[in-house]
Structures are given as C-alpha cells and as structure tokens.
C-alpha cells in the first residue's frame, strides 16, 4: 500500500491537505460527540461513510483526529475501526499504523520538511504544532 501516493494524489484532486474539506468534498459526514477519553473513530453504516470526533478536543487535536480517521476512510473504507487511543500515536494495530501514517503525510508537507531542515525532530513538532510522533511517522524514523 502506498499511502504517500494515495496521500499526494488526494492532496493534488482536492486543493487542499485540510481533513475537513477533503472529508466534506468526499462527503464523509463528520459528527462532533462526546466520546469520553476517546479521540475519535471511522465507521461506515449502509454505505455512508462518518467520522466521529470527539466534542472535547481542541481545534489542533479535532485537525489530528480528523486526519487520522479519514485515513481509515480511505485506506480502510470497508472496516468499521476502533476507537482510536486516547494517549498516544503508538500502535500495534496495522490499520492504526496506516491511518497515522496517512495524518502525518496529510498534515506535514515536504516543503515543510525542507523547510525546516536545520531543526531536530523534537523542534520541528514543536514548530508544526503537531504530536513528535506524527513528524517521526513522516520521516519514517520507526
């Protein structure tokens, strides 16, 4: 599977790295709920697709969660996924793994990464405003 590709082309036929409208625009129905200590999840229901986010969320962490379920939505459309962890991007589930991939390649561009090119891993998470997981996934330090 390539999820960078699927990612790039995605980015490429929408105009936009931004979850919401690539999820409006392929109209994935985002509901906002209280989901207790959960993020979010992804789940189909006769061919409709949802994103469930997690009313509680700041708007850093809904554009996080919104990213990674969409992942799910594209790479896992026929799966009803879990909840996805609270506390980390850490994952032992394969569907997880991809769908934090997809986030990091949606949310953090190349020329972000060029641009950036003189700050460690840690400073450049911080200057993306983004979890340093999310950076590590982009630039496959796993």
């Known amino acids: 599977m390539n999820i960078e590709g699927t990612v790039k082309s995605l980015i490429r036929s929408h105009d936009t790295n931004n979850p919401f409208k690539i999820a409006s625009e392929l109209h994935i129905i985002i509901l906002y709920e209280d989901l207790g200590k959960y993020r979010g999840y992804y789940n189909r229901v006769f061919r409709q697709k949802f994103i469930h986010?997690?009313?509680n969320l700041n708007e850093r962490e809904a554009l996080i969660t919104c990213a990674h379920e969409l992942g799910h939505a594209i790479l896992h459309a026929q799966y009803n996924t879990p909840f996805m962890r609270s506390n980390t991007f850490y994952s032992i589930?394969?569907?997880?793994?991809?769908?934090n991939q997809f986030a990091a390649n949606l949310l953090i561009s190349d020329a972000e990464i060029r641009e950036h090119q003189e700050l460690d891993i840690s400073q450049?998470?911080?200057r993306l405003d983004?979890?340093?997981e999310l950076?590590?996934?982009?630039?496959?330090i796993y």
Do not use: D, M, R, T
Request: glycine share 4%; charged share 25%; proline share 5%.
């Open 53 to 55: 986010i997690n009313e």
């Open 124 to 126: 450049l998470a911080g």
């Open 130 to 132: 983004l979890p340093i």
């Open 93 to 99: 589930s394969k569907f997880e793994k991809q769908a």
């Open 135 to 140: 950076v590590k996934l982009k630039l496959n």
